[in-house]
């Protein structure tokens, strides 16, 4: 399973984004100290307008299924996000069965960085304040997922110090890892868009 992106201009500006930790590293998406599109950054890979149009097919999708897609993206679930895909001129190759090589990693990464910088648009665009509370609503439902693996890896403990490995309690640590820092990454959205709608009023 493999991310491809045919249009070499377009590849490298999703190395550009995927290169960084979070999408608040972004150079392309900081502006004057800011989180805002840097017109003349990306102007260096492509037309301001080309991006601004992706912005809004993204947005377009609607905060659910952007937070959907996302989640397939970090499981690495790429055959569920097509629809995203498609919107970003990506595509997915099934044929490689040997695991995933770092341009893929790094494109799924900066497809993740778009997501996340327009969900944070999205909450200080809205002034109903829905796409912050579906947000704040897929946090708790993720931070409650947690902690029901952390309470079933607790009711599972004796059994996993027996000499034999236990695989299936290996399998929850990982996904309470993986979940965990899910949260982070989507909680660091909600915290960053709060700072600046406090900064606004």
Request: glycine share 2%; aromatic share 8%.
């Amino acid at each position: 399973m493999e991310l491809k992106v045919d249009n070499q201009t377009v590849f490298h500006l999703y190395q550009e984004i995927g290169q960084h930790r979070s999408f608040s590293d972004v150079t392309l998406f900081r502006e004057s100290g800011n989180i805002a599109l840097n017109s003349d950054k990306i102007a260096t890979f492509l037309p301001i307008q080309k991006i601004t149009d992706l912005c809004k097919a993204l947005q377009d999708l609607g905060v659910e299924a952007l937070l959907n897609y996302r989640l397939y993206l970090y499981r690495k679930e790429y055959g569920e996000a097509r629809p995203l895909l498609k919107v970003a001129q990506v595509q997915y190759d099934t044929s490689n069965k040997e695991g995933e090589s770092q341009t893929s990693e790094i494109i799924s990464r900066a497809l993740q960085h778009l997501i996340d910088f327009n969900l944070y648009q999205m909450i200080l665009d809205d002034s109903s304040h829905a796409t912050f509370n579906i947000l704040r609503e897929t946090l708790f439902t993720i931070e409650d997922y947690c902690l029901q693996i952390e309470h079933t890896i607790s009711l599972r403990a004796p059994a996993h110090k027996s000499a034999k490995e236990d695989e299936l309690q290996l399998k929850l640590i990982e996904d309470e890892k993986m979940m965990r820092r899910y949260y982070d990454e989507l909680h660091l959205i909600t915290e960053l868009a709060i700072k600046e709608l406090k900064k606004r009023s």
